[in-house]
């Protein structure tokens, strides 16, 4: 009932052309239930028909989509000003159309919140909505999950969740501080826009593992090689723990740094600098540089050992070594592929396990 509002909503849908980003429709104030306040001027309503989305030739008609979305109505305070108000509306908002409250009489406008980077509504804005349905309990863990959730935009794999621990079944202990168990719902990996939810993986194994510094959980992630998808709290010990994949973050795949690091706890040289050496050798390996990676290989595995000489870095030695050094991952059997068995080899006496680093380096 009002021209300037008419002539504006026709203007845009004249001027539309092959775009209908920038349309507007005049939407009854039927079309819209479950009004909640928000703040003044403000509401939340569920919008029955959803917005335009393409013309069906077929059918001679618009096809919509977000049945039931939420949208947001805005009381519009000045009918006159509307084009100069429309392109500001537009930065913030995704802008549908226009109604009115039959009762007050007011002119509202139907917007969405979008995001300014990505310009829709991409993943972290189905995030935020959600802020106020969780927490950990903890102010750190939720800022930093929501801070991963905000900055996730259209790669919904750097947004880590909040997991009540009731979504684990069959919990079954690992190692120390570490657990394997069932996710019945399984990660996120795409927003169901029909169903208003996120579209979940279903019923995956996920390792749960101690978060020992809740003040540095950032740079724990970060040195974390596994895909992570969030954290949960044991409620008994009211331990949090990172709930991850047994894929490696960097190759999106169980790549050579995962096997060597599930079998990290079934050895040891008993020096922890050189287990450490090794094992980060290892864990650089990844995809396709097994070379890369040193092996505690047990004496018993070496025959025929024969002193040689001593040489400027001390007493070298040969040997036969039964396995052979790895090639590749054999899946089929579960276990590093191996060639050279009982090739020669060289034992030279490491003088300093302090500075193992060093010395491998210079090695020729
Ligand atoms: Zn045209
Ligand atoms: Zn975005
Ligand atoms: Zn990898």
Redesign the pocket.
């Known amino acids: 009932d009002n021209e300037d509002i008419n002539k504006f909503i026709q203007n845009t849908q004249l001027s539309s052309h092959n775009n209908l980003k920038e349309v507007l429709e005049w939407i009854p104030y039927y079309k819209f239930c479950d009004i909640t306040y928000i703040a003044e001027n403000e509401y939340k309503a569920n919008w029955i028909d959803g917005n335009i989305n393409y013309w069906d030739e077929s059918i001679q008609n618009w096809i919509r989509e977000g049945q039931n979305m939420i949208v947001i109505l805005k009381k519009l305070n000045n009918t006159k000003d509307i084009t100069l108000l429309f392109d500001k509306i537009k930065t913030d908002y995704i802008f549908y159309g226009i109604t009115q409250n039959p009762e007050t009489k007011d002119y509202m406008m139907v917007l969405n919140e ?12 189905h995030f935020q909505q959600n802020f106020n349905n969780w927490t950990s309990g903890n102010d750190d863990i939720d800022k930093f999950i929501q801070d991963t959730q905000i900055s ?3 790669d919904v794999k750097k947004a880590l969740e909040w997991i009540p621990y009731d979504k684990f079944y069959d919990i079954k202990y690992i190692a120390e501080n570490k657990y394997k168990a069932n996710w019945r719902d399984g990660h996120i990996f795409d927003w169901d826009g029909k169903n208003k939810n996120w579209k979940r993986s279903q019923n995956i194994i996920a390792v749960l593992k101690k978060l020992n510094n809740a003040k540095d959980i950032r740079s724990v992630f970060i040195n974390e090689i596994y895909i992570a998808y969030g954290i949960t709290q044991n409620p008994e010990t009211k331990d949090y723990m990172m709930v991850l994949s047994d894929i490696c973050k960097k190759c999106n795949k169980i790549c050579y740094s995962i096997h060597f690091q599930q079998n990290f706890n079934n050895w040891t040289s008993g020096n922890d600098d050189i287990d450490k050496f090794i094992q980060d050798t290892q864990l650089s390996s990844h995809k396709d540089d097994v070379k890369k990676a040193l092996e505690w290989i047990p004496y018993n595995k070496l025959y025929n050992v024969e002193y040689i000489a001593k040489g400027g870095f001390g007493k070298v030695y040969k040997a036969n070594w039964i396995d052979g050094n790895i090639i590749f991952w054999d899946n089929k059997y579960q276990n590093w592929k191996r060639i050279g068995q009982n090739m020669f080899v060289a034992l030279k006496s490491l003088n300093n396990s302090k500075n193992v680093t060093l010395e491998f380096m210079n090695e020729v």
């Open positions: 979008k995001c300014k980077k990505c310009n829709n509504i991409c993943y972290s804005i996730a935009h259209n």
